[in-house]
Antibody
């Protein structure tokens, strides 16, 4: 069974940092691109970042570019999101989602998704 | 960035009804359009990819159509488990964007 499990969320002060992880199982991790998507309270889904299967291509939404860094360890079958300079607007549930293709960013679709990890930015 | 606009924002319907949710892109995106279902506390679920292809395991009551800038998700014979929020998403640009979501609730 394909499974994605996020971890690393929690309470962090404004201006702080947090590193999220996503553990993958049940599929050949290195052959799929991966993404981070978040949902702030009362808001819709917001795509944040993409990384290709080999890790050679990364993309970011403007809202997180320069603050967040996506990475992956194919040997460990793990995806990461390093989040710096966190602000109140970054409070959200963060999901990892498997991309359908490995090295092509377009077209692409996401499935499955993890259950999410909650990040709260507050003093 | 490509903006995705869904309508309606919310929709009330009864069990057994059929509904249409529309999604409009700010520029042509060919058929690079996906639909997801999201229930509170659950992981989002892929329903339709490439505008009209049904994801494996998804009931045929869900269908998608459209190309260019205008797309539609149709759900037939609504059942209680179908009441959720639905999102479109474009992958024409590598900076993916979602629509704002359409919340479907029971009338």
């Amino acid at each position: 069974e394909v499974q994605l499990v996020e971890s690393g969320g929690g309470l962090v002060q404004p201006g702080g940092s947090l590193r999220l992880s996503c553990a993958a199982s049940g599929f050949l991790f290195s052959t799929h691109s991966m993404n981070w998507v978040r949902q702030a309270p009362g808001k819709g889904l917001e795509w944040l970042s993409y990384i290709s299967g080999k890790g050679s291509t990364v993309n970011y939404a403007d809202s997180v570019k320069g603050r967040f860094t996506i990475s992956r360890d194919n040997g460990k079958k793990e995806l990461y999101l390093q989040m710096n300079s966190l602000g109140d607007d970054d409070s959200a549930i963060y999901y990892c989602a498997r991309g359908w293709f490995g090295e092509s960013a377009t077209p692409n679709w996401f499935g499955p998704w993890g259950q999410g990890t909650l990040v709260i930015v507050s003093s | 960035d490509i903006q995705m606009t869904q309508s309606p924002f919310s929709l009330s319907a009864s069990v057994g009804d059929s509904v249409n949710i529309t999604c409009r892109a700010s520029q042509s995106i060919s058929t690079y359009l996906n639909w997801y279902q999201h229930k509170p506390g659950k992981a989002p679920k892929l329903l339709i990819y490439a505008a009209s292809s049904l994801q494996s395991g998804v009931p045929s009551k869900f269908s998608g159509s459209g190309s260019g800038t205008d797309f539609t998700l149709t759900i037939n014979s609504l059942q209680p488990e179908d009441f959720a929020t639905y999102y479109c998403q474009q992958s024409f640009s590598p900076l993916y964007t979602f629509g704002q979501g359409t919340k479907l609730d029971i009338k």
